[in-house]
């Protein structure tokens, strides 16, 4: 089965700097990786995804790119800000195969100061 | 209530109570989700339901009974808990089961935080 291994465990920036977290997959079946974002007492949210047909995509000031030769993707945030302080959970999973939900990753805990 | 709710935020029981967690979602979905969460670990699934119908389940012991009666409520029952089932379940919804679709997007409930004692 897909293994996701998520790195740093806990990141701290100062505000306008560049955050970056970085996730490895096991299935190369796996096409499809969403990132969460889950902050303090609150749900997880997607805030950003990706499919294998693309190598990078962007919104705003964050973007996500994948590797699938190396089966690697990761999360940039530019110009960070305190609000950005939360936990960022990656997953993956294969398109299309009914009742497959994500793997997720362990977790990174981002800390923005001021 | 708009989006996924999910009662009771907080439950503590003892190993030999039997409780409930209910989930509802008002979004109009058609697939629904339990996930545990534990500190230090990653997000486990635990149930997929799919129409009322479960299409997935991880391996997870028999002390959780899942029940999806509609395509709107999930229930998780629990009984004879251990201490290593403390732990914060979500419940989660999506449009559609099949993974990346366009309707996809798995929107959480805020959980609801189990102790076990």
């Known amino acids: 089965g897909e293994n996701v291994e998520q790195h740093p465990s806990t990141l701290s920036v100062q505000e306008g700097d560049s955050a970056v977290i970085k996730c490895t997959y096991s299935?190369?079946?796996?096409?499809?990786f969403p990132w969460y974002k889950q902050e303090l007492g609150k749900r997880p949210q997607l805030i950003i995804d990706?499919?294998?047909?693309?190598g990078e995509k962007k919104d705003q000031r964050i973007a996500v790119t994948l590797n699938k030769t190396a089966k690697h993707f990761s999360l940039h945030i530019t110009e960070t800000q305190p609000e950005d302080s939360a936990v960022y959970f990656c997953?993956?999973?294969?398109?299309?195969?009914?009742?497959?939900?994500?793997?997720f990753g362990k977790g990174t805990t981002l800390s923005v100061s001021s | 209530e708009t989006g996924v709710t999910q009662t009771p935020r907080h439950l503590v029981m003892g190993m030999t109570n039997k409780k409930s967690l209910k989930c509802e979602q008002h979004?109009?979905?058609?697939?629904m989700y339990w996930y545990k969460q534990s500190a230090k670990k990653p997000l486990e699934l635990m149930f997929v339901?799919?129409?009322?119908?479960?299409?997935e389940n991880n391996s997870v012991p028999s002390r959780f009974s899942p029940e999806c009666p509609n395509s709107s409520h999930l229930f998780l029952h629990l009984h004879t808990l251990q201490p290593e089932d403390s732990a914060l379940y979500l419940c989660?919804?999506?449009?559609?089961?099949?993974?990346?679709?366009?309707?996809?997007?798995?929107?959480f409930g805020p959980g609801t935080r189990l102790t076990v004692l």
């Open positions: 989660a919804s999506s449009q559609d089961v099949y993974a990346g679709g366009a309707g996809w997007e798995q929107f």
């Open positions: 299935d190369s079946a796996s096409n499809y």
């Open positions: 990706i499919r294998s047909n693309v």
């Open positions: 997953a993956a999973s294969p398109l299309n195969q009914a009742g497959t939900a994500l793997i």
């Open positions: 979004l109009g979905h058609n697939a």
């Open positions: 339901y799919s129409l009322e119908e479960r299409v």
